[in-house]
């Protein structure tokens, strides 16, 4: 199931890198949208090279998402129950390691993010809290369409997204389960050796 969910995910890369645009002042709709101009900006003109470059493609998405991605709160939320338990350093580590596992598999299906796949559904109104949801209607290589969710935590005054849900399910959740069995099994800290090293 975990398996699956991943695949899904991975398969939405450019949506999800398509998010991470952000503007302060803007709100959560705002953000998806001119997310979604900036990364095809990025990549106009330049699919097939990236595809045959794909290592150079990593800085590209680096500069959309690393500044506008809660890594920290993302970090916390897989972690949860073992954020507590970990040391700063772990803490560090963990958040620098996953950022890192979230670049690789999205990385190889950027260039085939088009525009023209990401709908958004209209929006209840204006935010009402620090975390919202933007709905979006994502039409896949088969034809099909998935709903997809964008969670954005507003933090001194500006929106990141934390956690993308496919049809309800969410990716922060996923990669919790995952980890907590691996981190049942082996220790939090030979977890995070073990992301490192991929």
Do not use: C
Request: charged fraction near 30%; avoid cysteine; charge should be negative.
């Amino acid at each position: 199931m975990i398996t699956m969910m991943r695949r899904s995910f991975v398969s939405l890369a450019g949506v999800f890198l398509a998010i991470a645009a952000i503007a302060a002042g803007n709100s959560p709709v705002d953000v998806v949208q001119s997310a979604s101009d900036e990364m095809l900006a990025a990549l106009d003109g330049k699919r097939d090279y990236y595809r045959e470059h794909p290592d150079e493609l990593y800085p590209v998405i680096d500069s959309v998402l690393l500044p506008r991605f809660d890594r920290t709160f993302a970090g916390q939320q897989v972690l949860k129950k073992h954020w507590r338990t970990a040391t700063p350093e772990q803490r560090e580590r963990f958040i620098d390691a996953f950022y890192r596992l979230l670049m690789k598999n999205y990385a190889g299906r950027a260039v085939d993010f088009r525009g023209e796949q990401l709908r958004i559904l209209p929006s209840r109104g204006e935010p009402s809290g620090p975390i919202e949801k933007v709905a979006t209607e994502v039409t896949l290589d088969d034809g099909t369409s998935a709903r997809v969710d964008y969670v954005l935590r507003q933090k001194d005054g500006v929106w990141r997204v934390f956690d993308v849900s496919l049809e309800g399910v969410s990716y922060v959740v996923s990669y919790r389960e995952e980890f907590n069995a691996e981190i049942a099994e082996k220790g939090l800290e030979a977890t995070i050796e073990r992301l490192e090293a991929d």
